[in-house]
C-alpha cells in the first residue's frame, strides 16, 4: 500500500487519503494503483475504428505489422490523436457555445438574471471583431458582436471571426499550410470523418486537419468563451485569495461548486447571499454559508470575485472525506464518476445540474438560465438540511494558501504599463534587456498515475529560478497557489532579474489567468508580444515555452495541439499518446517547427521539462539576436 506521502505532495490531500483509509473509502488513486495502464494502448498503438479489429501494433517494433485493413502504425497513432483534439476541441466549443447562447437570451431579453457586466470589454472584443462602436447602443453592439462570434461554430467557409487578433505572419503561415479554421463544427466534424477507417490515411495530411481543428478550439471556442464570459461576469483583475481545504468552515454551511461553466456558481453566489436562506441556514445552528470551488468553476470565479477555491482534480474526493461538505454540485468535465459514491459515504448531497452531464444515480435538478437561482435556492435549501443533521465527525485539514490571482491579459497590459501608458513593451523590453529570460505558460490537470502537483511546482519554481516568467491557467494554477508561489513575496524564490521585475511592479513571478478555457489569455499576451514589436514576427519567434506536466483530459491534448501549432513549444509530462520512433513522433517533435509552426516535447521529470523549455527559450533569443 503506497504512503499518502508518494501520491501527492498536497498535504490536505494526504490526510484525506489516510482518512478514507481509516472510512474505508476507495479514492480514484488506489484504483489507479491496481488498473495499470494497458501498455499498447498507452502509445497509442491499437485500433478499434471498425469490427475487424482491434488490430493491436507492438509499440517496441512499430513496423514489425500493420491493421487487418492495412493501416501503418503513423495511420493508426495520428488518427487516435486526431480524435482526441476532436473530443477536447468539442468540449471547450460547446462550453463557448453554451456562454453565447446565454449572452443571446441577455441580449433578447429572455435571460434577466444574468447582464452584460463589462461594458468595456464589450467594446473592446466589438472593436477586435471590426463592429462599429461609435454612439451605438450596448444591446445593437452585443447582438452584432454575437452574430460575429456565432460564426466561429456554423460558418462552413472562410475563416473564423477571432483569427483577425493573430499575428500576420503567423496567419501568413496558417494559410500557407491549408490550416486556418473556417467552423469549429466543420472541423470536428471532418476531423471525425477522416479518422474513420478507410478514409484519410495519409499521417501528415491528418495531421494538418489535426491542427486546423485544434486551432478552432484556441482562437474559436475557448475564446469565446472567455471574452463572453468576462462581457457577462467582469473581466478579472488582481484579487487575493484563500485556497486549500482549510477554506471549508466546521461551523457553516459549505457548498462545493465543481465542474466548468461560470453561470451555476454565479448563480449560486446570488442564492447563498439571500437573506431568507441566510437566515434559515442561522436558525439551523450554522454561522453561515461558505460557498467554495473547485477545479476550473472554482478558478472562474476565484479569478472574477475572490472566492476561495478548496483544490484541482485530484482532490474533489478528497475534500468530500471531510466530512465537512455539506452539498457538491457540478455541472460538466472532470466530475469523477465516483464523486456520487464517495458523498454517499458521507451524506454530502450531490447534485448534477447540466442536461448534459448526469451520473447514474445522482440527484439531478437542472440549472434553467431563464429561472437559475431555482435551481441555486433548492440544493442551498438541500446542503442547510445536511448541516442540521451532520452524522459524520469532521476532520478538515487546517492548510489555507493565499494568493494573488486574476491577472487577464488586458490587466498585463495595464499593469506594466501604468495607467498612462498601458502596452505590452515594458514586457518586451525586459525579455530583450534580459532581465526576463523568456516567458512560460505552465498548465493543465493533475493526474493520480503522477504525484499530484509535484511536477507543476519544481518545474514553476526551477523557472522562476531562471528569470522565466511563469503565466498559469487551470489546476495547475491551483497547485502553485497552495504551494504559496502566487503571492508577491515568492520573487524571493525568482532569479535577480526577474525578481527585480516583480518587485518593481509588485506582482508575483506566477501570474494566474484563470481557468482551462482561460488559455486563450495566453494565446492574447502572445499576440500582444508580437505585435508589440522587437521579438520577431510571428508567436514561433517569441522566447517562449509551454508545459501541462500532469495532464490527463482529452482537452490537454487539443490545448497542446493549438499552442504547437500558433508557434510555441510545448512539453507535455509523464506519458504521451503517440508511438515512438515513428514518423508521425517526429513529424510532431521536429517536422511541424520547420513549417513555421511551434512543435511537441515530452520529458518524465520536471527538471528535464525545465531544462527542455529553457534551451528553447534561450534558442529563441539567440535567433532574435538578444542572448546576452
Ligand atoms: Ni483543464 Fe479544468 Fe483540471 Fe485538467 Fe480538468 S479541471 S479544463 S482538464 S483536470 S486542468
Same mark, same amino acid.
Given at each position: 500500500?503506497?504512503?499518502?506521502?508518494?501520491?501527492?505532495?498536497? =498535504?490536505?490531500?494526504?490526510?484525506?487519503?489516510?482518512?478514507?483509509?481509516?472510512?474505508?473509502?476507495?479514492?480514484?488513486?488506489?484504483?489507479?494503483?491496481?488498473?495499470?495502464?494497458?501498455?499498447?494502448?498507452?502509445? +497509442?498503438?491499437?485500433?478499434?475504428?471498425?469490427?475487424? *479489429?482491434?488490430?493491436?501494433?507492438?509499440?517496441? %517494433?512499430?513496423?514489425?505489422?500493420?491493421? $487487418?485493413?492495412?493501416?501503418?502504425?503513423?495511420?493508426?497513432?495520428?488518427?487516435?490523436?486526431?480524435?482526441?483534439?476532436?473530443?477536447?476541441?468539442?468540449?471547450?466549443?460547446?462550453?463557448?457555445?453554451?456562454?453565447?447562447?446565454? @449572452?443571446?437570451?441577455?441580449?433578447?431579453?429572455?435571460?434577466?438574471?444574468?447582464?452584460?457586466?463589462?461594458?468595456?470589454?464589450?467594446?473592446?472584443?466589438?472593436?477586435?471583431?471590426?463592429?462599429?462602436?461609435?454612439?451605438?447602443?450596448?444591446?445593437?453592439?452585443?447582438?452584432?458582436?454575437?452574430?460575429?462570434?456565432?460564426?466561429?461554430?456554423?460558418?462552413?467557409?472562410?475563416?473564423?471571426?477571432?483569427?483577425?487578433?493573430?499575428?500576420?505572419?503567423?496567419?501568413?503561415?496558417?494559410?500557407?499550410?491549408?490550416?486556418?479554421?473556417?467552423?469549429?463544427?466543420?472541423?470536428?466534424?471532418?476531423?471525425?470523418?477522416?479518422?474513420?477507417?478507410?478514409?484519410?490515411? %495519409?499521417?501528415?495530411?491528418?495531421?494538418?486537419?489535426?491542427?486546423?481543428?485544434?486551432?478552432?478550439?484556441?482562437?474559436?471556442?475557448?475564446?469565446?468563451?472567455?471574452?463572453?464570459?468576462?462581457?457577462?461576469?467582469?473581466?478579472?483583475?488582481?484579487?487575493?485569495?484563500?485556497? %486549500?481545504?482549510?477554506? &471549508?468552515?466546521?461551523?457553516? $454551511?459549505?457548498?462545493?461548486?465543481?465542474?466548468? =461553466?461560470?453561470?451555476?456558481?454565479?448563480?449560486?453566489?446570488? +442564492?447563498?447571499?439571500?437573506?431568507?436562506?441566510?437566515?434559515?441556514?442561522? =436558525?439551523? #445552528?450554522?454561522?453561515?454559508?461558505?460557498?467554495? *470551488?473547485?477545479?476550473?468553476?472554482?478558478?472562474? $470565479?476565484?479569478?472574477?470575485?475572490?472566492?476561495?477555491?478548496?483544490?484541482?482534480?485530484?482532490?474533489?474526493?478528497?475534500?468530500?472525506?471531510? #466530512?465537512?461538505?455539506?452539498?457538491?454540485?457540478?455541472?460538466?468535465?472532470?466530475?469523477?464518476?465516483?464523486?456520487?459514491?464517495?458523498?454517499?459515504?458521507?451524506?454530502?448531497?450531490?447534485?448534477?445540474?447540466?442536461?448534459?452531464?448526469?451520473?447514474?444515480?445522482?440527484?439531478?435538478?437542472?440549472?434553467?438560465?431563464?429561472?437559475?437561482?431555482?435551481?441555486?435556492?433548492?440544493?442551498?435549501?438541500?446542503?442547510?438540511?445536511?448541516?442540521?443533521?451532520?452524522?459524520?465527525?469532521?476532520?478538515?485539514?487546517?492548510?489555507?494558501?493565499?494568493?494573488?490571482?486574476?491577472?487577464?491579459?488586458?490587466?498585463?497590459?495595464?499593469?506594466?504599463?501604468?495607467?498612462?501608458? *498601458?502596452?505590452?513593451?515594458?514586457?518586451?523590453?525586459?525579455?530583450?534587456?534580459?532581465?526576463?529570460?523568456?516567458?512560460?505558460?505552465?498548465?493543465?490537470?493533475?493526474?493520480?498515475?503522477?504525484?499530484?502537483? @509535484?511536477?507543476?511546482?519544481?518545474?514553476?519554481?526551477? &523557472?522562476?529560478?531562471?528569470?522565466?516568467?511563469?503565466?498559469?491557467?487551470?489546476? +495547475?494554477?491551483?497547485?502553485?497557489?497552495?504551494?504559496?508561489?502566487?503571492?508577491?513575496?515568492?520573487?524571493?524564490?525568482?532569479?535577480?532579474?526577474?525578481?527585480?521585475?516583480?518587485?518593481?511592479?509588485?506582482?508575483?513571478?506566477?501570474?494566474?489567468?484563470?481557468?482551462?478555457? %482561460?488559455?486563450?489569455?495566453?494565446?492574447?499576451?502572445?499576440?500582444?508580444?508580437?505585435?508589440?514589436?522587437?521579438?520577431?514576427?510571428?508567436?514561433?519567434?517569441?522566447?517562449?515555452?509551454?508545459?501541462?506536466? =500532469?495532464?490527463?483530459?482529452?482537452?490537454?491534448?487539443?490545448?497542446?495541439?493549438?499552442?504547437?501549432?500558433?508557434?510555441? @513549444?510545448?512539453?507535455?509530462?509523464?506519458?504521451?499518446?503517440?508511438?515512438?520512433?515513428?514518423?508521425?513522433?517526429?513529424?510532431? @517533435?521536429?517536422?511541424?517547427?520547420?513549417?513555421?509552426?511551434? +512543435?511537441?516535447?515530452?520529458?518524465?521529470?520536471?527538471?528535464?521539462?525545465?531544462?527542455?523549455?529553457?534551451?528553447?527559450?534561450?534558442?529563441?533569443?539567440?535567433?532574435?539576436?538578444?542572448?546576452?
Amino acid at each position: 500500500i503506497i504512503r499518502p506521502e508518494d501520491i501527492t505532495i498536497c =498535504e490536505s490531500t494526504q490526510q484525506m487519503i489516510s482518512k478514507a483509509r481509516r472510512d474505508g473509502v476507495e479514492l480514484f488513486f488506489d484504483r489507479a494503483e491496481e488498473l495499470k495502464p494497458c501498455p499498447i494502448g498507452a502509445d +497509442s498503438a491499437c485500433c478499434k475504428h471498425c469490427s475487424m *479489429g482491434p488490430c493491436r501494433m507492438n509499440p517496441t %517494433d512499430p513496423y514489425k505489422r500493420v491493421g $487487418v485493413c492495412g493501416a501503418s502504425i503513423d495511420t493508426i497513432a495520428t488518427r487516435n490523436f486526431g480524435r482526441m483534439v476532436a473530443a477536447g476541441t468539442a468540449a471547450h466549443t460547446d462550453h463557448g457555445m453554451a456562454m453565447l447562447e446565454l @449572452f443571446r437570451g441577455v441580449i433578447e431579453g429572455t435571460i434577466t438574471d444574468f447582464q452584460i457586466k463589462d461594458h468595456l470589454k464589450l467594446g473592446e472584443v466589438a472593436a477586435s471583431l471590426d463592429i462599429e462602436t461609435d454612439g451605438r447602443e450596448i444591446k445593437e453592439i452585443a447582438a452584432d458582436v454575437y452574430r460575429e462570434l456565432e460564426k466561429t461554430y456554423t460558418q462552413v467557409e472562410g475563416e473564423i471571426p477571432l483569427v483577425k487578433r493573430v499575428p500576420a505572419k503567423t496567419l501568413e503561415t496558417w494559410r500557407r499550410e491549408g490550416i486556418v479554421p473556417r467552423g469549429a463544427m466543420r472541423e470536428i466534424m471532418e476531423m471525425m470523418h477522416r479518422t474513420a477507417i478507410g478514409v484519410d490515411q %495519409d499521417y501528415e495530411n491528418l495531421t494538418k486537419q489535426i491542427s486546423r481543428t485544434a486551432l478552432a478550439d484556441g482562437w474559436g471556442g475557448s475564446m469565446v468563451s472567455t471574452d463572453i464570459s468576462d462581457i457577462l461576469f467582469g473581466t478579472p483583475s488582481p484579487v487575493e485569495i484563500t485556497v %486549500d481545504m482549510g477554506v &471549508l468552515k466546521e461551523d457553516q $454551511v459549505n457548498i462545493i461548486v465543481h465542474g466548468h =461553466e461560470p453561470n451555476l456558481l454565479e448563480a449560486m453566489m446570488v +442564492s447563498t447571499a439571500a437573506p431568507s436562506l441566510q437566515q434559515m441556514a442561522a =436558525e439551523a #445552528g450554522a454561522k453561515g454559508i461558505n460557498l467554495v *470551488g473547485m477545479c476550473c468553476s472554482g478558478l472562474e $470565479v476565484l479569478s472574477r470575485h475572490g472566492i476561495p477555491h478548496a483544490g484541482n482534480f485530484s482532490s474533489t474526493e478528497a475534500a468530500l472525506v471531510t #466530512g465537512a461538505v455539506d452539498a457538491m454540485t457540478v455541472d460538466i468535465q472532470c466530475i469523477k464518476q465516483d464523486l456520487h459514491k464517495v458523498a454517499g459515504c458521507y451524506d454530502t448531497v450531490f447534485v448534477t445540474t447540466n442536461y448534459r452531464a448526469k451520473i447514474e444515480g445522482a440527484q439531478h435538478i437542472e440549472l434553467d438560465e431563464h429561472d437559475p437561482l431555482k435551481c441555486t435556492d433548492e440544493i442551498v435549501i438541500k446542503a442547510i438540511s445536511r448541516f442540521k443533521n451532520r452524522s459524520h465527525p469532521i476532520e478538515i485539514p487546517r492548510r489555507v494558501g493565499r494568493g494573488v490571482h486574476g491577472f487577464s491579459h488586458e490587466y498585463i497590459k495595464y499593469m506594466l504599463g501604468g495607467s498612462f501608458r *498601458g502596452g505590452y513593451e515594458p514586457l518586451n523590453d525586459n525579455i530583450i534587456n534580459g532581465r526576463i529570460r523568456g516567458v512560460a505558460g505552465v498548465v493543465g490537470c493533475t493526474n493520480p498515475r503522477s504525484k499530484q502537483d @509535484f511536477s507543476h511546482v519544481e518545474l514553476v519554481k526551477e &523557472l522562476i529560478k531562471n528569470d522565466v516568467l511563469v503565466v498559469q491557467t487551470g489546476c +495547475s494554477q491551483v497547485a502553485l497557489a497552495k504551494a504559496g508561489l502566487t503571492t508577491p513575496g515568492a520573487a524571493a524564490l525568482a532569479g535577480a532579474g526577474l525578481a527585480e521585475v516583480c518587485e518593481t511592479v509588485g506582482i508575483p513571478p506566477v501570474l494566474g489567468l484563470g481557468s482551462c478555457v %482561460d488559455n486563450s489569455r495566453i494565446l492574447m499576451a502572445v499576440a500582444e508580444m508580437v505585435k508589440t514589436g522587437g521579438l520577431g514576427e510571428s508567436i514561433a519567434d517569441l522566447p517562449v515555452a509551454g508545459c501541462a506536466p =500532469e495532464w490527463m483530459s482529452e482537452k490537454a491534448i487539443a490545448i497542446g495541439q493549438y499552442f504547437v501549432a500558433s508557434g510555441v @513549444f510545448t512539453v507535455f509530462g509523464h506519458t504521451f499518446p503517440i508511438t515512438r520512433e515513428t514518423k508521425f513522433e517526429k513529424l510532431l @517533435f521536429e517536422g511541424l517547427a520547420s513549417k513555421g509552426l511551434g +512543435s511537441w516535447g515530452f520529458a518524465d521529470d520536471p527538471y528535464e521539462m525545465a531544462r527542455l523549455m529553457l534551451a528553447h527559450i534561450d534558442k529563441k533569443r539567440q535567433a532574435l539576436g538578444i542572448d546576452t
